[in-house]
């Protein structure tokens, strides 16, 4: 148990559909990002929050959309996926700014069929 | 951006026998962490370096922040059947601005351990 709550662990959503995927840290954190985790790739950062602000979007597309209500919940809305957005989507939370000690939540294994 | 060379990329090892693996990076980093990934899992971080030669242990495991601050390495001793997994480095460079709140994460080490 790392303090870091992901949900739903595993999601399969149709290219039309729109779903959201749910984080929520219990560690007092004050930074929040979001990764995705490809076979035989690097853990690719998509999305930064500090203090609730977006301080990075790594070019990521708009189909991915993220929202950050408070410094202990970070939601990933998506809506017309392609099948090559099919990864494990990882949340993570360190407590800010120059701190990047990150901790992890379990992950979301999407697959968009 | 910043990039890390993590090496070797896979490891099948003897339970018992010493493991090494490195990353580095042709930029210099202020931060190393070393985290390590079960299958399904989200991975969990095992060491944290801060200081350059900083040489940090955590049980069996042993983490070494390069001097160049370009470099870290993670022993693993006397392995065991559990130490299977993914090994991940991981850097927060001194890129100014930009490396602000990011971390750079290695390509990944799969170590394999056959009792």
């Known amino acids: 148990e790392t303090g870091v709550t992901q949900t739903p662990r595993h999601l399969v959503m149709g290219m039309t559909n729109k779903k959201s995927l749910k984080c929520e840290q219990h560690l007092g954190h004050n930074a929040m990002y979001w990764y995705k985790q490809s076979a035989k790739k690097p853990l690719e950062l998509m999305f930064v929050?500090?203090?609730?602000?977006?301080?990075e979007n790594n070019s990521v597309p708009s189909r991915f959309s993220p929202e950050c209500p408070n410094s202990s919940h970070l939601f990933l809305h998506l809506h017309t996926l392609q099948p090559e957005d099919s990864a494990l989507y990882l949340c993570?939370?360190?407590?800010?700014?120059?701190?990047?000690?990150?901790?992890f939540g379990q992950g979301t294994r999407l697959t968009v069929v | 951006g910043q990039q890390l060379n993590q090496s070797p990329q896979s490891m099948f090892i003897q339970e018992g026998e010493d493991v090494s693996m490195n990353c580095t990076s042709s930029?210099?980093?202020?931060?190393w962490l070393w985290y390590k990934q079960d299958p399904g899992e989200g991975p969990v971080l095992l060491i944290a370096l801060y200081k350059a030669g900083e040489l940090t242990s955590n049980g069996r495991l042993t983490a070494q922040f390069g001097i160049t601050r370009k470099d870290s390495f993670l022993n693993i001793s006397a392995s065991i059947p559990s130490d299977v997994g993914i090994y991940f480095c991981a850097g927060q460079g001194s890129a100014g601005g930009t490396s602000y709140g990011k971390l750079t994460f290695g390509q990944g080490t799969i170590l394999t351990v056959h009792p």
């Open positions: 929050y500090n203090f609730k602000e977006q301080t």
């Open positions: 930029s210099i980093f202020n931060t």
């Open positions: 993570a939370s360190s407590q800010g700014g120059w701190d990047t000690e990150a901790f």
